[in-house]
């Protein structure tokens, strides 16, 4: 997937994963 928000999605399912 490559998109212009690739590390915003990273980003947002790290944190998911971190609250997780």
Sequence with gaps: MSD???PFV???TALSA???
Excluded: L, N, Q
Aim: proline share 11%; glycine share 12%.
């Design 4 to 6: 212009p928000a690739e």
């Design 10 to 12: 990273r980003t947002k």
């Design 18 to 20: 971190g609250v997780a």
